[in-house]
């Protein structure tokens, strides 16, 4: 249990810190304090924060800069709900308001708003549901053997595939066909079309058209986190922590991995508004020097996405917890007005 004057040091120190990017003196720490004490005294608690874990000396002359635990007992710290100042979080919802209802474009809307306020990594992914609802679907002809098949999905996506056709067709036959099958399968998740489809009697070109059908929708459905927006690498760069030992593009391989992107977001508990993750607290290893802070915006059953923001441990935690949730709360009432 920390004394209250060893959480003000602490707090003092690790705000210089976060400032500056340099170890913190017990000196600095005493002309900021506002307290009566003396550097002496201030270098006698900074020990026995050191001792319990909350700080570190990267030399014995030098000063004290953060740990991951006492990173995680100052932001436990930050009120539950902070907030950006009225002007910041006015913008972001004025430039909500005015945003299309093309889902692929909040994204990147989000994303780029995040990383201007925090000056950092954004990441955030498109609205998607769990399983995704066809809304209808369309047959192009391109030849006589060929043809688009354009899926609608309820979430506002659009996916598209091209079918070599077993016989020769019409445009009035593929249009035809796709009524029928708008008309049935119409709201139906790619197991529903999978029941329908073994209940019914079908053409071979019917049957050719609903598995592929089938098969789009499976793989929208596995790629949920498909392609998330990442703006503010340079952001992130740009932070002293990644200047030296070749750390920047080791940290830009693995930032254009997607499929490690998605595993380094931790989940989120039911209960949980923003989850803020630090340093070693990262399953990856190689974000052992990173902090993630990270919402879940729109339904947890239904249609949904993730906003999160990646930085150094060293980051301004208050400012960036403001900013993802804000950001979060934007895309969820966008995701309700559409769906």
Known sequence: MLSSRQKAIL????????????????????RQAGLDLSPATVRAEMAEL?????????????????????????VAAIPQHPTLPQSESGWVRSRFHMATEDVELWADLAAGLLADLVRNLAVVSAPKAPESRI???????????????????????????????????TQDDLTALANRLSAAYGGATSSGITVAALEAERTPLEQQVVDATKD?????????????????????????????????????????????LKEALPGLSADERVAVVIGGENDAGEMQE????????????????????????RMEYERAIASVGLLSAAMTERVWELF
Not at 290 to 313: H, L, Q
């Open 11 to 30: 707090n003092i120190l690790i705000g210089e810190y976060i400032a500056n990017a340099a170890p913190v003196s017990s000196q600095t720490i005493t």
């Open 290 to 313: 990173c902090s993630v802070i990270v919402s879940r915006y729109g339904d947890p059953e239904g249609v949904s996405g993730i906003v999160a923001a990646i930085g150094p441990t």
């Open 135 to 169: 809304k209808r679907l369309d047959l192009v002809l391109l030849q006589e053997t060929l043809a688009l098949l354009v899926l609608v999905f309820q979430q506002a996506r659009i996916k598209q595939r091209i079918l070599h056709l077993n016989t020769t067709v």
């Open 216 to 260: 789009m929708m499976l793989d929208e459905d596995m790629n949920r986190f498909e392609d998330p927006r990442t703006v503010g690498l340079r952001h992130l760069l740009s932070q002293p922590e990644f200047a030296e030992g070749g750390k920047a593009g080791v940290l830009v391989d693995l930032l254009e991995d997607r499929k490690f």
């Open 50 to 74: 050191e001792e319990a874990g909350y700080i570190l000396r990267p030399h014995v002359s030098s000063g004290g800069i953060p740990s991951d635990k006492g990173y995680r007992h100052y």
